[in-house]
């Protein structure tokens, strides 16, 4: 069956802009997560959702970065007034049992 | 707080030779552990997984890995490369019950010389 996408595949901005980074689970996983992907920093877990619980933000580094499901399926990762250390691939992953991960092939997110 | 380490950032192997990378893990109680690999400009692929059980376990494409509770390790193993396993791999725990966020090692880089 068709897996986690991304889109888009890369996203080039300039500083202070508002980018979104869409991601789509395998139909019928209800977890899905947002993972951060750097050079420096090297993979970070950023916001779960569970069903219709409330998110886990505790990995967000900045107000800048917000997240949200709709219906239980698509998500949308914003980040607003991008800044060059933003720079990374984001990661979506989702689950349907919240023990295994499958992840997407990821947003290359550049920031000029 | 959990915390994983990969103690080898690169290491380089010839074509079926056989592979060992090393995972080592801090945590609290024993988490669930995973393997993921990551080729160049794709996501993340699971490997292998160990919840509890059997030590060593089998996973795909000719993986395993064994979870040594007295050592917290997880190395990951391969009896025979394939220049196609060149790829960087990434050791991973999630608290067990639940992998409702996953922490993951810095990975390993492996190189296959032909």
């Known amino acids: 069956g068709a897996g986690v996408s991304q889109s888009p595949s890369n996203k080039v901005t300039e500083k202070g802009k508002d980018v979104e980074l869409r991601c789509d689970p395998i139909s019928g996983h209800t977890a899905l997560y947002w993972y951060r992907q750097s050079l420096g920093q090297g993979l970070e877990f950023l916001i779960y959702?569970?069903?219709?619980?409330?998110?886990?933000k505790s990995g967000l580094p900045s107000d800048r970065f917000s997240a949200e499901r709709t219906g239980g399926s698509v998500s949308t990762l914003t980040i607003q007034r991008t800044q060059q250390e933003d720079s990374a691939v984001y990661l979506c992953a989702s689950s349907f049992n919240s023990y295994e991960q499958y992840f997407g092939p990821g947003t290359r997110l550049t920031v000029t | 707080a959990q915390s994983v380490t990969q103690p080898d950032i690169h290491i380089t192997v010839s074509e079926g030779a056989s592979l060992e990378l090393r995972c080592n893990y801090s945590?609290?109680?024993?988490?669930?552990l995973f393997w993921y690999v990551q080729s160049p400009g794709q996501g993340l692929q699971l490997l292998l997984k160990y919840f509890s059980g059997d030590t060593l376990v089998q996973g795909i494409k000719g993986f395993e890995a064994e979870f040594k509770r007295s050592q917290s390790s997880f190395n990951l193993r391969k009896p025979s490369v394939h220049w196609s396993d060149a790829a960087e791999y990434f050791c991973?725990?999630?608290?067990?019950?639940?992998?409702?966020?996953?922490?993951f090692g810095s990975g390993t880089q492996l190189t296959v010389l032909p």
């Open positions: 945590y609290g109680a024993t988490p669930y």
């Open positions: 991973a725990v999630a608290p067990s019950g639940s992998a409702r966020q996953l922490t």
């Open positions: 959702f569970q069903g219709n619980s409330a998110p886990d």
